[in-house]
């Protein structure tokens, strides 16, 4: 999965062509497409999109069932979020931890 962040301030074309009305928006794409939205700062439905996301992936590479995000079953023993905050820095955390291939 990739997460993108886009200045609309100073992108204001493509916040228009995405149809980006409010803010926060995150928009899922797979294949090219889009396929799911999420307006506001809702951490259990930005969560239930990278899961569908995930479980997506998956089946398009034949990897299997998909993976679980944020619950308590299969998330390491880590709770899920309970802010936007808390749940924006636990994924700038694991962005970093890819960059630096741990």
Do not use: N, W
């Not at 619950?71 to 694991?94: F, H, N, Q, Y």
């Amino acid at each position: 999965m990739l997460f993108l962040k886009v200045d609309v301030d100073r992108c204001k074309s493509a916040a228009s062509s995405a149809g980006v009305s409010a803010m926060p928006t995150l928009q899922a794409y797979f294949g090219g497409q889009k396929v799911a939205e999420v307006v506001g700062a809702d951490p259990a439905r930005i969560q239930a999109m990278a899961a569908d996301l995930a479980t997506r992936a998956a089946g398009a590479a034949g990897a299997g069932a998909g993976h679980t995000v944020g619950g308590a079953g299969g998330s390491g023993g880590v709770a899920p979020a309970k802010t936007a905050d808390e749940l924006r820095a636990r994924m700038a955390e694991a962005a970093e931890r890819r960059a630096r291939g741990a």
